[in-house]
């Protein structure tokens, strides 16, 4: 069972790698493609920072979990390869994509999508199985708190950036707006570094759980309110139907306030669970005998108490 793990813990290395290299590939096609110059193929190295740092973290790896470290990996990616790509092509080139081609808007966002598929293959093939039980059950959680976290957040901003492509010919957005879209997303995939390293510092040590709480309001302010405004903006304004995301947005500012009042002890959902119990063990206790009390909390016995 354990060599089968195994098998399939390289297997899904292999398809971080090879996901890695075909987006670098793909990415650096569009502006040798639109710009008419082929040097530009040569910002295929961007991807190699990434590579070289997954390498050197996974040596060796066998003997201890990589989940507490992929931080380091997922922020060479976003910031020496993701945002230098995306700024190069929503920047410069993205008012020249051509529908009819095949490196068009379509194929930009299947490629732009594989962040989401790196960031999960990254995530799941970081416990290896030579872990103990342990460290397996401590960073399980944390695995599947990420995946779905960096995972839609992505997915959020690939949508945002789908907006400004321009087969969306009915919306004239004005370029100021395009920019303020352009720096939310930058800002949002600056914040998943963040995510994932205040994510592992706090499974190793709960009482530095105010860099979680400082990084959720932070991130609150600057990309989920402003994204849920734009998104506001777009839908009363130019009719763009963003219904989903809007909704997404808002749930995620309501999430990120309860965890902040949970922090500080305004809200705490166990404490809530355990008066419940107390008070179901409490009336589980109490005679057969005993008269019970009226809604007003009075002594007064319900006529069925009476015995007559």
């Known amino acids: 069972m354990q060599k089968i793990a ?12 090879a996901s890695l290299v075909a987006q670098a590939v793909i990415f650096s096609m569009y502006p040798s493609i639109y710009y008419k110059k082929e ?3 040569s910002l295929i190295v961007l991807v190699l920072p990434t590579l070289i740092a997954y390498g050197v973290i996974s040596y060796n790896s066998d003997d201890k979990p990589t989940l507490n470290r992929l931080w380091i990996v997922w922020g060479f990616y976003v910031s020496t390869f ?3 790509m995306v700024g190069l092509i929503f920047g410069g080139l993205r008012e020249n994509l051509d529908k009819n081609q095949f ?5 930009l966002k299947i490629t732009m999508c594989g962040s989401a598929l790196i960031a999960l293959l990254l995530v799941s093939t970081s416990l290896t199985t030579k872990s103990d039980d342990q ?9 599947i708190r990420l995946c779905w976290d960096i995972a839609m957040d992505l997915f959020d901003d690939i949508e945002m950036l789908e907006m400004i492509l321009p087969q969306k010919e009915s919306l004239s957005i004005p370029l100021a707006l395009d920019a303020i879209i352009i720096m939310c997303v930058f800002l949002s995939f600056i914040f998943s570094i963040f995510e994932t390293y205040e994510q592992a510092l706090t499974v190793e040590d709960p009482s530095k759980s105010y860099i979680h709480v400082c990084r959720l309001g932070i991130q609150m302010l600057l990309v989920n309110v402003v994204l849920l405004v734009i998104r506001l903006l777009l839908w009363l304004r130019y009719k763009h139907d963003a ?3 809007i909704a997404k947005n808002a749930m995620k500012i309501w999430i990120s306030i309860l965890e902040i009042l949970k922090h500080f002890g305004f809200y705490d959902d166990e ?17 057969n005998d005993q008269p019970r009390r009226d809604n007003l909390g009075m002594g007064v016995p319900y006529q069925d108490d009476i015995n007559i």
């Open 39 to 41: 040097s530009f193929v």
């Open 82 to 84: 993701l945002i230098p």
């Open 243 to 245: 219904s989903i995301f």
């Open 6 to 17: 195994k098998f399939f813990v390289y297997i899904g290395r292999f398809m971080l790698v």
């Open 271 to 287: 404490a809530i669970k355990g008066r419940k119990r107390e008070g179901n063990q409490n009336n589980a206790q109490m005679p």
């Open 135 to 143: 460290n397996k059950e401590k960073y399980k959680d944390l695995m």
């Open 103 to 107: 490196f068009g808007p379509n194929i």
